[in-house]
């Protein structure tokens, strides 16, 4: 069995959320795994939110409540079992924010404003512990009351911003069990300063004999935060962030309260891209960015000390530079070495409506080096738009993905189908594979009849090849007002 439970509601100025889901045991995941809403099918989430927010002329005030457990579906095998996260109960907190400073923190360019002070102030009490079906290895949990705040001077014109930041992380605990030299509270102070600087330059050109549009933007990030022994402290909610064009350009490495990247660095970057004056779209982008530590880094991701004064540095592409082409691609480069630690390589071509064709190549080393190619494409009889709208006529469609593991040479999660328009009625079904352990895979097979205007039925093929199928287009889009992601 599987239970969804899903509501949204408020009263007087209190907002509330409830997110939660459960299921019958810890095979449900293989077994009926599209059933399942939660984006990591082996730990499901129930969450109750409750907030309120008090609007004033100087900034806002939220107040917040939350409660949020996990069943975690570990299995029998024990090298297949993984530490589940901490669960709130309680969450407790407020936050104060002076105007505008939401847009500030998601690097809102401030045109023609004039300097300010902005802040924000957060103070939240977190009760953690672990569920029941957590591995008996893991830390247990233990209480926590953080103060996170910080105040920032925007400046900016038509083509530059300059935003001065200092900030703190205050965090206290109270653990369950004591450490090994006997201190169950501890407590710690971290400051960052920041500063984040930018241009726009503009410029009229041309490309391969078209009208343009040229932009020029460097950015620079510098960031100084000291070190504070961080070992013995619990690691609650900190996560390691993901090494790309957003992370680089942040003062933490790490997600959550918990853990605070010692960084004294600068992330120095440029984009340029090119837009079209005739149809406002761009045609091409390029971009690149690398961070100089000025000290070597100790609280890492991975525990051991960075002492490259260069990180890698990341490079990016996108081009659109004919109507039936796409293609893009990023690329990590680690200087020392002379290698690429990751890359991906996309390109799409798409000559006309439900004809699409990509290919796909993603190496992280050490880790994984993958081919995918995806389609949508007409096989045999006359489109719809090629009848008479009386007409009840077939034809045949191909969609799907196949990934195949260059490193493990065989196939992975893929999908492959056929779809029949018959004008007043679509029909698809098709073999879904997808891997649920090292050497397990679940394959199922999905049959779906779409009423043209009227609805869906069946398992929901239709919300599977828009998953996997970059540029697929449903073939009823133009004759059926219905979602396309009904059960």
Known sequence: WNLKLNNDGRFGD????????????????????????????????????????????????????????????????????????????????????????EAVLDSFR??????????????????????????????????????????????????????????FNAAAYDLDRPLTDGRTRLRRVIPTLSVDHGWIFERDTTLFGRDMRQSLEPRLLYVNTPLRDQATLPNFDSAAKDFNFDSIYTDNQFSGVDRVSDLHAVSVGATSRWVSTARGEEVLRLGAVQRFLFRDQFVTPDGRPVTQRFSDLLLAAAAHLEERWWADGTLEFNPETGRSERSVVRARYAPGPFKTLSLAYRFARDQSEQLELAWQWPIAGRPVTQRSETSCGGAWYSAGRV???????????????????????????????????????????????????????GSNALKVLKDNVPGYRRLSSDRSPSSDFLP
């Open 403 to 457: 990934q195949y593991s260059l490193r493990d040479k065989r196939l992975t999660d893929s999908v492959a189908g056929f779809e029949y328009d018959a004008g007043c009625w679509v029909m698809r079904f098709g073999v879904e594979r997808l891997s649920t352990g090292r050497a397990e895979t679940n394959t199922r097979l999905m049959l779906q009849l779409e009423l043209v205007g009227l609805s869906q039925l």
């Open 14 to 101: 209190w907002r509330y959320r409830l997110r939660s889901e459960r299921v019958s045991d810890d095979d449900y995941w293989k077994d009926l795994s599209r059933r399942v809403e939660s984006q990591t099918p082996r730990l499901l989430g129930s969450d109750l939110n409750v907030s309120r927010r008090k609007e004033l002329f100087w900034g806002t005030i939220d107040t917040y409540a939350r409660v949020q457990h996990w069943q975690s579906l570990q299995g029998s095998d024990a090298l297949s079992q993984f530490d589940t996260p901490y669960q709130r109960s309680p969450q407790l907190g407020v936050r104060v924010t002076t105007a505008a400073d």
């Open 110 to 167: 401030p045109w023609g404003r004039k300097a300010r002070l902005e802040g924000g102030l957060e103070l939240e009490y977190n009760r953690f512990d672990l569920p029941a079906s957590a591995r008996a290895g893991q830390a247990r949990g233990g209480q926590r009351v953080h103060a996170l705040g910080h105040v920032s001077t925007p400046l900016g014109g038509e083509a530059w911003w300059l935003i001065p930041r200092v900030a």
